[in-house]
């Protein structure tokens, strides 16, 4: 069986064809366009302009992909669209545009959740994946644990109580300056740094629920920031700019840079820990056969190589997996993976975009 997917929900445009059999699945083709860029001088994403921007972008990108395939929109099984969560205008292009198809060429069609595709990403060329399963889902907007009994079975464990995991990253790495997407900035400037530089908190480690929490991490890092650092104080208003300035322009002396380097490394670490340990808690709560990490964080290698550490350390008979990294950010390819193993296809009339879709 052959799945487009398309994925719209933040600022890319994605477009993907993955082709099934079994337990098998492989990507054919996968195109991305971002308006990235072009919010870089606002420090955001401006909604209206990202959506804008999909409009040019989503049938030059579902034709790239097409062609990248060596197919035809005919030839395809099915469609596969991110209904939610994600930006009200961004999620209308794709929705719309994977409706029209359908009802054009007659094709099923599956809504699925960004999250639950993220999640799918990681059965994307892997197929000894066993249940139940725990997976842990940062991306920049959730920090999530859910228990999988079975394909399409979420229970969800937990979730953030104010920052995700990516935006801890995200924020940390904007107070040094430096633009979305901040998670590999500050992995790269902590291959450098000393994560025992700086005890950071370790927010709700030892809390007997699968809660998280980031904030006080992000204002304990402002703090040790600015403390070694005075220009990011408050009281000096202006000068914020001027620190951030300092840092990109590489007028750092040698002493400083090894400072950034080690609040890189130090709240790197923090975060890491945190996601350890709650994640392999529930893997032994639950008695799982696997681990799953998914979402842009899971990008992250230091994570990668935490979690390994520790379930050889713990004797634990648990599979770890992790999608390759270009799958780990958005992407259109797990959104067709998690309709390919949820088929699940509605009358495209019943299908309407829901940005404050969760589990
Ligand atoms: O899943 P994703 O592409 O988009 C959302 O659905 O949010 O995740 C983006 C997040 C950002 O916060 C980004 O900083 C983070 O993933 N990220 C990383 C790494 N690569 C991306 N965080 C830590 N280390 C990385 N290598
Ligand atoms: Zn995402």
């Given at each position: 069986?052959t799945?487009?997917g398309?994925?719209?929900s933040?600022?890319?445009?994605?477009?993907?064809?993955?082709?099934?059999?079994?337990?098998?699945?492989?990507?054919?083709?996968?195109?991305i366009?971002?308006?990235?860029a072009?919010?870089?001088?606002?420090?955001?994403?401006i909604?209206?302009?990202?959506?804008?921007?999909?409009v040019?972008?989503?049938?030059?990108?579902?034709?790239?992909t097409v062609?990248?395939?060596?197919?035809?929109l005919?030839n395809?099984?099915?469609?596969?669209v991110?209904?939610?969560?994600g930006?009200?205008?961004?999620?209308?292009?794709?929705v719309?545009?994977a409706?029209?198809?359908?009802y054009?060429?007659?094709?099923p069609?599956?809504?699925?959740?960004h999250?639950?595709?993220h999640?799918?990403?990681?059965?994307?060329?892997?197929?000894t994946?066993k249940?139940p399963?725990?997976?842990?889902?940062?991306?920049?907007?959730?920090?999530?644990?859910?228990?999988i009994?079975?394909?399409?079975?979420?229970?969800l464990?937990?979730?953030?109580r104010?920052?995700?995991?990516g935006?801890?990253?995200?924020?940390?790495?904007?107070?040094?300056?430096?633009?979305?997407?901040?998670?590999?900035?500050?992995s790269?400037?902590?291959q450098?740094g000393?994560?025992?530089?700086?005890?950071?908190?370790?927010?709700?480690?030892?809390n007997?629920?699968?809660?998280?929490?980031?904030?006080?991490l992000?204002?304990?890092f402002?703090?040790?920031t600015?403390?070694?650092?005075?220009?990011?104080?408050k009281?000096?208003p202006?000068s914020k700019?001027g620190?951030?300035?300092?840092i990109?322009?590489?007028?750092?002396?040698?002493?400083e840079e090894?400072?950034v380097?080690?609040?890189?490394?130090?709240?790197?670490q923090?975060?890491?820990?945190?996601l350890?340990?709650?994640?392999?808690?529930?893997?032994?709560?639950?008695?799982?056969?696997?681990?799953?990490?998914c979402?842009?964080v899971?990008a992250n290698?230091?994570?990668?190589d935490?979690?390994?550490?520790?379930?050889r350390n713990?004797?634990?008979?648990?599979g770890?997996?992790a999608?390759?990294?270009?799958?780990?950010?958005?992407?259109?390819?797990?959104?067709a993976?998690?309709?390919y193993?949820?088929?699940?296809?509605?009358?495209?009339n019943?299908?309407t975009?829901?940005?404050?879709?969760?589990?």
């Amino acid at each position: 069986m052959t799945i487009l997917g398309i994925e719209t929900s933040c600022d890319e445009t994605a477009a993907a064809i993955i082709e099934g059999h079994g337990n098998n699945l492989w990507v054919k083709s996968s195109s991305i366009a971002s308006s990235l860029a072009m919010h870089i001088p606002t420090g955001g994403i401006i909604p209206e302009q990202a959506a804008r921007e999909q409009v040019k972008f989503v049938l030059p990108v579902i034709q790239e992909t097409v062609q990248k395939a060596d197919t035809a929109l005919e030839n395809i099984d099915a469609i596969a669209v991110t209904y939610g969560p994600g930006l009200i205008g961004s999620l209308l292009v794709g929705v719309e545009t994977a409706k029209t198809i359908s009802y054009i060429l007659n094709k099923p069609i599956i809504p699925i959740n960004h999250m639950v595709g993220h999640i799918y990403a990681t059965f994307i060329g892997q197929s000894t994946i066993k249940f139940p399963l725990i997976a842990l889902v940062v991306s920049g907007g959730h920090s999530d644990l859910l228990f999988i009994k079975k394909h399409g079975d979420f229970q969800l464990l937990g979730g953030t109580r104010d920052d995700a995991a990516g935006e801890c990253f995200d924020k940390c790495a904007r107070l040094l300056g430096y633009n979305y997407p901040g998670g590999p900035k500050i992995s790269q400037l902590a291959q450098k740094g000393n994560p025992k530089a700086f005890a950071f908190p370790r927010p709700m480690i030892g809390n007997h629920d699968y809660e998280f929490s980031f904030s006080g991490l992000k204002t304990a890092f402002l703090n040790t920031t600015s403390k070694y650092f005075p220009i990011l104080r408050k009281d000096m208003p202006d000068s914020k700019v001027g620190w951030q300035q300092v840092i990109l322009e590489n007028k750092l002396s040698k002493k400083e840079e090894q400072i950034v380097y080690d609040l890189s490394a130090s709240l790197q670490q923090a975060i890491v820990d945190v996601l350890t340990r709650k994640t392999i808690r529930a893997a032994q709560q639950y008695n799982v056969k696997s681990i799953l990490l998914c979402g842009g964080v899971a990008a992250n290698q230091t994570l990668r190589d935490k979690f390994s550490f520790e379930i050889r350390n713990l004797k634990l008979e648990i599979g770890l997996f992790a999608p390759p990294v270009q799958l780990c950010t958005d992407n259109a390819a797990m959104i067709a993976s998690a309709a390919y193993f949820n088929f699940n296809p509605e009358p495209w009339n019943d299908i309407t975009a829901d940005p404050e879709l969760y589990f």
